[in-house]
């Protein structure tokens, strides 16, 4: 079945400092969401991609969505202590048993030290 | 408040009792997915439905958990003779359709005795 790997596990990072997650597709996705989850929180959406090779900005959030359509990478630019939280990529396939359901990465918890 | 809304928020139940979760989508979401989420890590899909229909259930235990999205009224996940690896965070989510985002209600966590 589809699997979705997301690295780092973890992520300890000084205020101000730039912070990327990974994520990595067994298989080709029909897209890519990224959600945050702060803790005792619920996941909130942060984007979609969709297209190969796609890149979108949200203030100092970049998203990429590789051309190959199996790997996606989240970068801040300058964390701030409010970016602490857990990020999720997840993926939705083409088809069959892919159909609707996300497969979720592990996540990438990010701490910012003030 | 037109999000994602799930009751309880909180549900501790002992074990051999039966849990009930309810999900009502957005306004304007005809699909609904379930994911469970076990203490630091990420969210397991359970089920999919739409109105009515249950489209994929290939996340769900084989025995004790059912679904259901009826034509009136929220979707409900129903977890028979609870085990105590059942206390989890359960997560509704909806959408206007399969290829668009998802956006995820507060979730219901259970804590089984």
């Known amino acids: 079945g589809q699997q979705v790997m997301q690295i780092p596990q973890y992520q300890h990072v000084q205020e101000g400092e730039d912070f990327t997650t990974y994520c990595n597709s067994s298989?080709?996705?029909?897209?890519i969401q990224w959600y945050k989850q702060r803790p005792g929180g619920h996941p909130v959406f942060l984007i979609q991609?969709?297209?190969?090779?796609e890149v979108k900005k949200q203030k100092r959030l970049t998203f990429q969505f590789g051309e190959a359509k199996k790997n996606s990478s989240l970068h801040i630019t300058a964390t701030q202590t409010t970016d602490v939280g857990t990020y999720f990529c997840?993926?939705?396939?083409?088809?069959?048993?892919?159909?609707?359901?996300?497969?979720f990465g592990q996540g990438t918890i990010l701490t910012v030290h003030p | 408040n037109a999000g994602v809304m799930q009751n309880p928020r909180h549900l501790v139940r002992r074990r051999g009792q039966e849990a009930r979760l309810r999900c009502s989508p957005m306004?304007?979401?005809?699909?609904v997915y379930w994911y469970r989420q076990l203490p630091e890590e990420g969210l397991k899909f359970m089920v999919y439905?739409?109105?009515?229909?249950?489209?994929?259930e290939s996340g769900m235990p084989k025995e004790r958990f059912s679904a259901e999205f009826p034509k009136e009224g929220p979707s409900i996940l129903r977890i028979q003779q609870v085990v105590r690896g059942d206390s989890a965070a359960y997560f509704c989510?909806?959408?206007?359709?399969?290829?668009?985002?998802?956006?995820f209600g507060p979730g219901t966590r259970l804590t089984v005795l």
């Open positions: 989510a909806s959408s206007k359709d399969e290829s668009n985002e998802q956006f």
């Open positions: 298989t080709t996705l029909s897209n």
């Open positions: 991609l969709v297209k190969s090779g």
């Open positions: 997840a993926g939705q396939g083409y088809g069959g048993t892919s159909y609707g359901k996300l497969t």
């Open positions: 306004k304007g979401h005809s699909h």
């Open positions: 439905l739409q109105k009515e229909n249950i489209i994929d």
